[in-house]
Nanobody, 123 residues
Framework: VQLQASGGGLVQAGGSLRLSCAASGRTFSDYAMGWFRQAPGKEREFVAAISWSGIGIYYADSVKGRFTISRDNYKNTVTLQMNSLKPEDTAVYYC?????????????????WGQGTQVTVSS
């Protein structure tokens, strides 16, 4: 499956951004979907994930209550709504697809990845 992330940009602290990831090439509903991020000089980290059905949803503690992940299996898209952004949310955000359960975060390494979209939050 091919993944194309979009929606990043520059925003002030406290603002919002909406990231989208469009999938093509295979049956989108076969995959759990996740968002990950990597800040400069840091390792990539899990942000949020959603099961193929949309029922199972998981968040990193650092974004819980501020970010919302959702998917549309008809439009083959997964979205990350990010509110109350903080400077520490600054990173390149990646969407990823996995055939494993959505909360097996290390298994996304075996799956498919988009190209990343930059999110910069100014203080």
């Amino acid at each position: 499956v091919q993944l194309q992330a979009s929606g990043g940009g520059l925003v002030q602290a406290g603002g919002s951004l909406r990231l989208s990831c469009a999938a093509s090439g295979r049956t989108f509903s076969d995959y759990a979907m996740g968002w990950f991020r990597q800040a400069p000089g840091k390792e990539r980290e899990f942000v949020a994930a959603i099961s193929w059905s949309g029922i199972g949803i998981y968040y990193a503690d650092s974004v819980k209550g501020r970010f919302t992940i959702s998917r549309d299996n008809y439009k083959n898209t997964v979205t990350l709504q990010m509110n109350s952004l903080k400077p520490e949310d600054t990173a390149v955000y990646y969407c990823a697809a996995s055939t494993s359960p959505a909360n097996q975060y290390s298994e996304y390494d075996r799956g498919f990845w988009g190209q990343g979209t930059q999110v910069t939050v100014s203080s």
